[in-house]
């Protein structure tokens, strides 16, 4: 049973940093990619960061480069996201999702990631 648990979440102003981070328990030995996505209210969910959990290599959206710093630790089964210089339009439930079929090198949709978490509340006042 693999679950996702994230936390960090909460209300900052426009400029400021946060860092979230998704807890993992479960299918180590299987696991290819961790993500984060978000979701805005009335929005689609979205890709902002993916990490590979063998290899460490990270792609990110093009709207978060160079502002937002995905990891991972493995001893702490744990992946964060560092983010900074935050925008109002950046509110949104940030998701921590993982893939455990590996079918793509770089997955950036929703649908290549098998499990996930419930979210936590991001909020970005201007």
């Known amino acids: 049973q693999v679950q996702l648990v994230e936390s960090g979440g909460g209300s900052v102003q426009a400029g400021g940093s946060l860092r979230l981070s998704c807890g993992i328990s479960?299918?180590?030995?299987?696991?290819?990619?961790i993500a984060w996505f978000r979701q805005a209210p009335g929005k689609e969910r979205e890709f902002v960061a993916g990490i590979s959990w063998t290899h460490s290599t990270t792609w990110y959206a093009d709207s978060v480069k160079g502002r937002f710093t995905i990891s991972r630790d493995i001893a702490k089964n744990t992946v964060y996201l560092q983010m900074n210089s935050l925008k109002a339009e950046e509110t949104a439930v940030y998701y921590c999702?993982?893939?455990?079929?590996?079918?793509?090198?770089?997955?950036?949709?929703?649908?290549?990631?098998?499990?996930w978490g419930q979210g936590t509340q991001v909020t970005v006042s201007s």
């Open positions: 999702a993982a893939d455990y079929s590996g079918f793509d090198a770089e997955p950036r949709t929703a649908g290549s990631y098998d499990y």
């Open positions: 479960g299918g180590a030995f299987s696991r290819y990619h």
